[in-house]
């Protein structure tokens, strides 16, 4: 190849063999810059389920255009989402820490899942919870009414408590004229205070009173009363079970965010020291 | 999937697609699991033969249901048990709220079924419903602005362009689940029975055909038949008929008939054909009740309709439900005129689709059942009338007089606190309480735990009243509210009535029984005072009570003393008895008068109660009819 002598006396020049390095450093520059752009990609998995959810929504599978514009769709998403956390807005975004640390809390009850309680621990929960078990308190009663609708119902009522058989003094009644087992709480509500308190405190066997309601007034026999009381261990196993666990998974979370503590110092201003987990 | 991908949306999808997976692998209502605490089969401790009184509210919606969610309730189907319980629950507006009057016996959440839980999706960050265009302009916590969302959701369910989001059936499946964990973790058979229920929200053009849904048991389809399928109740029994042959025990409860614009009780089917006795079967076999009293006004009957019952005027509202729109067809919108529609239906076609006893409930969107005692009313629809000032109680502004009247009164000023569920049930069970409902051995009260019994024979021992066991005497000789007469053989029936008080509510003013027949093709209706209180006697020339002379200060809402009965109670026979017109006989009894919900507002405000409002209202119950048949 010969050059005219110009032009060879052009590349024995400094500055030029200077500049074509330059051109060539940059090309190469550029291809390698391009080949380190970041890559959104969906793959194939995210493809699929990208169709099944429309199609669990639509009830239908989409067509070509509205798979186009979904994917669309989450392409910008994704671009979008890429650019805030490269600028480092998910740095101070309330929602976003929010559902992090969410996802984490789940995550956690996965790596240790609660296991089902033993006949053992069911048992100490049912001991040591006893307050949450409680039948209340019953009473078997029989009772005699006179309305106050008529005159002188106090004193009949009085009146009955030496009859042979008070039982057959007295008038028919709306509400039962004998209670077997019956909740004193309810009790309380359908004739009021003082005549629930007689049933929970009238000697047994007895007839006594009268007694005022919100009715009229009553004599009363309790034949029988029952204490509130710890249901029975069988009666209660599955609410048991489900208090155990939930408090399982409770203490649970919080061990590991005890461990979480430790591997972190804790700084809140103006505190010497912020509170405790 | 990128590790590197968005995390919350692919998180999202993940569990929607989870929760479809769950939605889907559920097929069968055998796949829903049974309580664990169903009973056996001995009776629990409540168990009287001759039935006790159950008060309930089968008519409660929660955070769940889309408009309560918008009104800015958050309290979930386990709170509005807990409320029905007696304990103490949060209200929209920053308050407590508690029953005054005791627990409940029984409760269903009922919420809408269209949408059902969508709200509270749309309202959480980062879900994929939270971000449709819109959506957040739902929320606020400003009443006028709820209202304005509301009306504006509203108008996209009419237009149905409710985003699809909306519709999306694992959010649903998920608040259904919700739902069935609620009804079952608080059944305790003999102390407290749940039904799993939704509201079927059908309201073409506004004119309100809703209805509730409410289950035997804890067997129940893996989603609700919603009004978005169809809007044509027919639909609705055709599918419970079809759940029905696959085991799932179901009724239907059709209320606010008064919104219907007379549209509940028409004479035609909904799709505008003629109906027939498949159609009147299949209608009565799937509606055996209505709730004929809540808070958005009372169903019994209309002014117009009953211009001879002067206790018809009842907490009537004249709205449509969900908006100002005016009610302008009363006949086929209350159920007294409904009651003899089916006479007459049942006389000149062969066929009767409105045989129905009667309950009542709240509609309460603050999950607060039984919410309906005047002196402890918050009202229904969360933060919009929350406060008396929200509900046309108490002047606006801070004002102390009426004076000038309000521009603008609020809708909820003419809300009513009324409606509560009674049934006479064995035990407090859902088997028993549901087979009540089934034989509408049911009753209804504007509030108060009144307690109504009925009965009708031919052949009832004459010293029935003063007996001890005049309740075992009425079932053996008789048939209870909700059931039918044998024909006549000449000789006129009999009626036990006996009511009794609330024991925290006022005290009886009179028994009324009111009739309907059919005279020469014509239907006929009558109020019969047959029991007065204070030992007065019904006049034979009024047919009336005399007046009782009780009265209320409205100074302190205190009652005059010394006037009404603890029980009222009577065997009355029917005096224009004809034994070949068909007729129904129901009891209505009337408390006296005390202080409406509204005065008692102004009475903590210190101010005049509205004058554009009853100071007082009678406080009533219902029980449900006894037929008499000549043909039967």
């Not at chain 1, 984490?104 to 309680?117: H, K, N, R």
């Not at chain 2, 614009?261 to 505008?272: A, H, K, L, V």
């Not at chain 2, 007469?485 to 000789?491: A, D, E, T, V």
């Amino acid at each position: 190849m010969t050059l005219p002598p110009v032009a060879r006396a052009i590349l024995r020049e400094p500055l030029t063999q200077f500049l074509l390095i330059g051109l060539v450093l940059f090309a190469v520059a550029s291809v390698a810059r391009d080949l380190r752009r970041p890559v959104v990609r969906i793959d194939e998995a995210e493809l699929h389920q990208l169709v099944a959810y429309w199609e669990a929504q639509a009830q239908r599978p989409p067509t070509a255009t509205e798979l186009q514009a979904m994917l669309r769709e989450r392409i910008d998403e994704e671009l979008l989402a890429r650019e805030a956390v490269r600028l480092g807005l998910d740095r101070e975004d309330l929602i976003i820490r929010r559902r992090l640390a969410q996802k984490m809390a789940f995550a956690s009850e996965d790596l240790e899942p609660v296991p089902e309680p033993s006949e053992a621990d069911l048992r100490a929960w049912y001991a040591t919870h006893a307050v949450d078990h409680v039948a209340p308190a019953t009473a078997t009663f029989r009772h005699v009414f006179f309305s106050s609708d008529a005159e002188g119902a106090e004193i009949r009522a009085r009146a009955a408590l030496s009859l042979p058989r008070p039982a057959e003094a007295g008038q028919p009644f709306v509400l039962p004229l004998s209670y077997v087992g019956a909740a004193v709480r309810d009790i309380e509500r359908d004739y009021g205070p003082a005549f629930s308190r007689q049933v929970e405190t009238a000697p047994e066997g007895r007839w006594i009173g009268p007694v005022k309601s919100a009715y009229g007034w009553h004599i009363l026999r309790v034949e029988r009363r029952v204490p509130a009381a710890a249901m029975p261990f069988e009666s209660v196993r599955s609410d048991l079970a489900d208090a155990w666990k939930a408090d399982r998974r409770t203490q649970a979370n919080q061990a590991f965010i005890r461990k979480l503590r430790a591997r972190y110092r804790v700084e809140v201003a103006g505190m010497a020291k912020p509170p405790a987990t | 999937m990128r590790v590197n991908g968005n995390l919350a949306v692919s998180a999202i999808a993940g569990v929607s697609l989870v929760a479809i997976a769950v939605a889907l692998s559920v097929s069968g209502p055998a796949a829903v699991a049974s309580s664990p605490k169903t009973p056996a089969a001995e009776h629990t401790s409540g168990y009287n033969p001759e039935r006790n009184a159950y008060f309930g509210d089968l008519h409660v919606h929660t955070k769940l249901s889309f408009d309560a969610y918008i009104f800015n309730v958050r309290a979930s189907p386990d709170d509005a048990y807990r409320f029905a319980k007696g304990e103490t629950i949060g209200h929209a507006s920053g308050f407590d709220i508690r029953l005054a009057g005791g627990p409940l016996d029984f409760a269903a959440v009922t919420d809408h079924s269209e949408f059902i839980g969508a709200m509270e999706q749309a309202n959480t960050p980062g879900t994929a419903i939270s971000k449709v265009p819109g959506v957040s302009a739902l929320f606020s916590s400003d009443p006028a602005e709820i209202g304005k969302a509301f009306a504006k959701f509203l108008g996209t369910i009419r237009d149905d362009t409710t985003p699809k989001e909306f519709k999306d059936p694992a959010i649903h499946a998920r608040a259904w689940k919700e739902i069935r964990e609620a009804a079952a973790r608080n059944y305790a058979p003999g102390r407290f029975t749940t039904f799993v229920g939704y509201e079927f929200t059908s309201a073409p053009d506004g004119r309100n055909l809703h209805r509730n849904v409410i289950f035997k048991s804890a067997d129940v389809p893996d989603l609700p038949y919603s009004s978005r399928e169809s809007a044509d109740p027919e639909e609705l029994w055709k599918r419970m008929e079809t759940w029905r042959a696959k085991g799932v025990e179901a009724l239907a409860i059709p209320h606010n008939s008064n919104g219907s614009d007379g549209t509940m009780f028409e004479t035609t089917r909904f799709n505008g054909a003629p109906m027939d006795r498949v159609y009147a079967d299949l209608r009565r076999r799937n509606e055996p009740l209505v709730e004929i009293t809540q808070i958005k006004g009372t169903s019994e009957t209309h002014p117009s309709l009953s211009p001879n019952d002067e206790w018809a005027g009842f907490e009537i509202f004249e709205s449509y439900i969900g908006s100002n729109k005016a009610v302008t067809k009363f006949a086929g919108g209350y159920v007294r005129d409904a009651l003899k529609t089916g006479l007459l239906l049942q006389e000149k076609k062969g066929f009767n689709p409105y045989r129905f006893g009667f309950i009542g409930s709240s509609d309460t969107h603050n999950a607060a059942p039984g919410s309906v005692e005047e002196r402890n009313y918050v009202s229904k629809v969360g933060r919009s009338d929350g406060l008396p000032v929200l509900r046309g109680s108490v002047p606006q502004g801070g004002a102390r007089t009426w004076d000038p009247a309000p521009k603008d009164p609020p809708r909820f000023q003419n809300w009513g606190a009324s409606g509560l569920a009674g049934v006479w049930a064995e035990e407090n069970t859902r088997e028993s309480i549901y087979d009540a409902l089934r034989r509408r051995e049911t009753f209804a009260t504007s509030g108060p735990r009144m307690r109504v019994r009925f009965f009708a024979s031919y052949d009832f021992p004459s010293d029935l009243l003063t007996r001890s066991d005049t309740v075992r005497q009425a079932y053996a000789h008789g048939v209870p509210m909700g059931g039918d007469l044998m024909k006549s053989r000449g000789k006129a029936p009999s009626f036990l009535v006996w009511g009794l008080r609330d024991p925290n509510g006022g005290y009886l003013q009179r028994a009324q029984i009111v009739k309907g027949w059919i005279e020469n093709g014509v239907a006929r209706e009558k109020v019969y005072d047959v029991a007065c209180s204070d030992r007065l006697a019904v006049n034979s020339q009024t047919g009336r009570c005399p007046d009782n002379g009780a009265t209320v200060d409205l100074a302190t809402c205190a009652p005059s003393r010394f006037q009404g009965d603890v029980e009222l109670r009577t065997v009355w026979t029917d005096p224009n008895f004809d034994a070949r017109q068909r007729a129904f006989y129901y009891v209505r009894v009337l408390e006296n008068p005390s202080c409406r919900w509204s005065t008692w507002d102004a009475l903590r405000n210190g101010t005049p109660p509205n004058p554009a409002l009853s100071p007082t209202v009678m406080e009533r119950a219902w029980s449900s009819p006894i037929w008499y048949d000549p043909k039967a």
